[in-house]
């Protein structure tokens, strides 16, 4: 999907001056979902934990004219999720939208050829970043009254080989729809998309 940012029509920026943070940026989704947002207007904090594939990111950002900077964080932890966020704060001063991207399948195999630290680690890796950073970005969207949510689920969900990444994205899934639920009256829109 390659989506160049030059291409969108005149006029269609929604994300105006919005700043948008989108993890695991570096590379694949991430990095297309931070063009797209780019196109629109947004000012992007690409975070990854790879520098020099969030390097390439902003790069590529601010050839088309993109205002972006990026932050190097570990989101395995929620130390990681707060102290994005602090970045992002630093940077633009408010967070508009979040999108939660970073996962992946590590191991494909039938569950019963999984070890106790394989499936701790896809937890760790598909699971845990999504629930750090909304945890970390509710309390400033919440003081915001405004803010919008984006985790990225799968349709692993229906697959095989992959229990502890479908667990993962089931995970996301719920907690979309209960995030959502609980936060709409602050003004705070919540969705999964897969």
Not at 12 to 25: H, I, S
């Amino acid at each position: 999907m390659a989506i160049e940012l030059d291409a969108l029509a005149a006029g269609a920026r929604r994300l105006k001056d919005k700043v948008c943070v989108v993890t695991g940026a570096g590379q694949g989704i991430g990095r297309a979902t931070a063009k797209r947002l780019g196109q629109e207007g947004g000012k992007i904090v690409v975070a990854d934990r790879v520098d020099a594939s969030a390097t390439e990111t902003v790069k590529k950002l601010r050839e088309h004219g993109v205002e972006a900077t990026k932050a190097i964080v570990d989101l395995g932890s929620f130390v990681g999720a707060q102290e994005m966020m602090t970045l992002a704060q630093g940077a633009y001063g408010r967070i508009d939208v979040l999108v939660n991207n970073v996962g992946g399948t590590i191991w494909i195999k039938p569950y019963h050829l999984y070890a106790e630290e394989e499936v701790k680690l896809e937890l760790e890796r598909s699971l845990f970043p999504t629930l750090w950073c909304c945890l970390a970005v509710l309390p400033i969207m919440m003081e915001q009254k405004s803010g919008s949510i984006v985790n990225v689920g799968s349709q692993s969900t229906r697959g095989l080989y992959r229990l502890p990444y479908a667990a993962s994205k089931g995970g996301i899934l719920a907690l979309g729809k209960v995030l959502a639920m609980e936060y709409g009256r602050y003004g705070i829109r919540v969705n999964t998309m897969a």
